[in-house]
């Protein structure tokens, strides 16, 4: 029993508190300082801030603490702890991209077929036709549009003086 160590060493403990106070001591001092200055609020916010590590001391928080701190299985169980959390980002990450589970995935595929009009398979897309008809040139309904959209601009242009 003499290599293993006890839960919590009184070493482990007082250099915890060690820390804390001298954090506390040196928030204090400069809480001191800023008081100096006549900056009040700003003081007194900083001597809560350097009570905080003193209470916690005193509350027993510090010891829980050092006891968690210099075991090594407890830094492997974090270890773990984030090894699983990035798995579980890394599989929604890769689900949102992917468009979900495949079930959801052959739902949606199937939703899409039943949107489609039942005409709309019969008529060739723009890919579909052939290469002589796509050179077509617009008829005149689309050249109307498109000297109308120019008109516009035309009027905007003169409007600005350009």
């Known amino acids: 029993m003499e290599g293993k160590r006890a839960p ?3 070493e482990d403990r007082m250099l915890a508190e060690t820390i804390c106070s001298a954090a506390s001591a040196a928030g204090l001092g400069i809480a001191a300082i800023t008081a100096y200055r006549r900056r009040f609020l700003a003081a007194t916010r900083i001597v809560a801030y350097s009570l905080v590590p003193v209470g916690l001391v005193m ?3 510090v010891e829980w603490l050092s006891g968690i701190a210099f075991r090594p299985e407890v830094w492997l169980g974090f270890g773990l702890l984030g090894l ?15 468009g979900g589970t495949r079930k ?9 077929r039943e949107a489609v009009a039942p005409g709309a398979a019969a008529q060739p897309t723009g890919a579909a036709l052939p290469a002589a008809e796509r050179r077509k040139e617009p008829g005149p ?3 109307k549009g498109q000297a109308e959209d120019f008109s516009d601009i035309e009027a905007i242009l003169k409007k600005h003086g350009i």
């Open 8 to 10: 919590l060493e009184l």
């Open 59 to 61: 509350t027993g928080v």
């Open 84 to 98: 699983s959390w990035l798995l579980f980002m890394t599989t929604r990450a890769v689900e949102r991209r992917g």
């Open 104 to 112: 959801e995935r052959r739902a949606a595929r199937a939703a899409q």
């Open 141 to 143: 309904k689309a050249a």
